[in-house]
């Protein structure tokens, strides 16, 4: 037995220098090391030592990078920790008392967005919260599907969640992936990129046609008791958040298309 474990591991497991981290972000934003340097009021010869290891940035330089860099709260936690600093952002749960004021502005627009779907979720689309007018539209989706957590771009894409109530499932869900992608792109996250990969193994057909020139953002086509209910939609998150899970919420919130989506709406919630 070799009671000193696996060298080649053990050299993959170690953490990777900050400078390491810091280039790689700058290359994710397509950045030269000049830009980033101007950007940051440094030089880029100290940069480049940064980035190489040959020196070693204090605290507020590793914010300050962060920050132009737009990294992600959590991601400038690791950048901290590699650098020898203790993290910078709290990541704390949603029942927290310290975020009991921002849960309660999300009740307070999903509730106020009624009679119109409104829905939170986290940085990998699991539910966090719904109006009631949500539940409606997922009503007679197999229960083991709506088990927590639940994912609200798989329930998009599966064959017997939303896929087939969606008369413009191609051109929706290709809509989905562009935001996948683009999330993705921008946090570096993992699990986004599994998720983005889950999501197109699902059988969804190709779009038939480009997006006609005249359209202001792309609807979402549900088919509900026989009629057709067709939303736009918008996202909005927390302004300037110090808190890692706030940071990585969002609201989405669907507004009626057409008036006969908009009646719709306000007969079924009168029903509740």
Known sequence: ?????????????RPVHVGEHLRAWRLRRRLSQLDL????????????FVETGRAAPSREMVLRLAERLTVPLRERNVLLVAAGFAPA??????????????????????????PSPALAYDRHWNLVSANRMVSLLL???????LLAPVNILRLAFHP???APRTVNLAEWCGHLLERLHRQY??????????LHRELKAYPIPARAAPLAFDSVAIPLKLRQGGEILSFVSTTMVFGTPVDVTLSELAVETFFPADEATAARLRAMAAAL
């Open 160 to 162: 017997e969640a939303l």
């Open 185 to 194: 792109e921008a946090t570096a996250d993992s699990g986004l990129l599994a």
């Open 37 to 48: 340097a101007v950007d940051a009021g440094i030089s880029t010869r100290h940069l480049s």
């Open 1 to 13: 037995m070799n009671v000193h474990g696996n060298p080649a591991r053990a050299e993959r497991e």
């Open 139 to 145: 009503a007679g989706i197999p229960e083991r599907l």
């Open 89 to 114: 952002f709290p990541q704390r749960p949603l029942d927290d008392p310290a975020l009991k004021a921002a849960r309660a502005a999300i009740d307070l627009v999903l509730t106020a967005h009624e």
